[in-house]
């Protein structure tokens, strides 16, 4: 092999080493906004195709009965919780409506919905009562235990009453998650209950922009 000859090739293998590289890291670039996640604290990454989410059939705040398709075309910020818990849930809510406010215009396009564990107390009136406070937008959601109990396997929350509990002041250990179901009905984003509103909003806002962008 002359010398020239063999320059050409280290330097065509340098070429193709870099572009080898530039590529890895342009689709794990992509990769990365697809799933949606880039890097906001309090989100868990999770693929459309994970199945959280699926079904259900409630009775809303007004004493309507609405399924999981008349959210279709909308995006769903749903939570499971119930209105006695002292903290936990009501700081949550807390963190969705200040979100959604910070998401301004995007707001429109997400449903924030709060579906109860403990439909024994928490009837269409109380959640009315309840979610008064924290935006007009807001849907309340309870139903029948076998309703309830199949909305909470839809989206695999667990909840049960606590024991050693006053029976008339009981508490419920449940699931504390916030999934923002796509307009689509699949899943699109999964937070922790402890994010912030900014970076809740920001996640809500990125999963929305790429789906105005997907068409
Ligand atoms: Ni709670």
Do not use: W
């Amino acid at each position: 092999m002359s010398r020239r000859s063999f320059i050409l090739l280290v330097v065509s293998a340098v070429v193709l080493a870099v572009g080898v590289v530039t590529t890895k890291i342009v689709l794990n670039l992509r990769q990365m906004t697809a799933s949606g996640s880039g890097s906001i604290p309090g989100q868990i990454r999770v693929s459309p195709d994970t199945p959280i989410g699926g079904p259900f059939a409630l009775t809303d705040q007004n004493g309507r009965r609405v399924t999981d398709v008349d959210f279709r075309g909308r995006f769903m910020l749903v939570y499971f919780g119930y209105t006695f818990c002292p903290d936990v849930c009501p700081t949550e809510l807390n963190t969705m409506a200040l979100a959604l406010k910070e998401l301004g215009a995007d707001a429109v396009r997400v449903v924030p919905v709060f579906i109860t564990v403990d439909p024994a107390r928490d009837t269409p009136d109380t959640l009315k009562a309840y979610l008064a406070s924290f935006g007009p937008e807001f849907i309340g959601l309870t139903g029948s235990d076998e309703e309830i109990a199949a909305a909470a396997k839809a989206y695999r929350v667990y909840y049960k009453k606590a024991e050693g509990t006053d029976p008339a002041n009981y508490s419920m250990d449940h699931t504390s998650l916030l999934y923002l179901m796509g307009s689509d009905g699949k899943i699109a984003a999964l937070f922790r209950t402890e994010i912030t509103a900014d970076d809740l909003a920001a996640g809500i806002r990125a999963a929305v922009t790429m789906s105005r962008t997907a068409g």
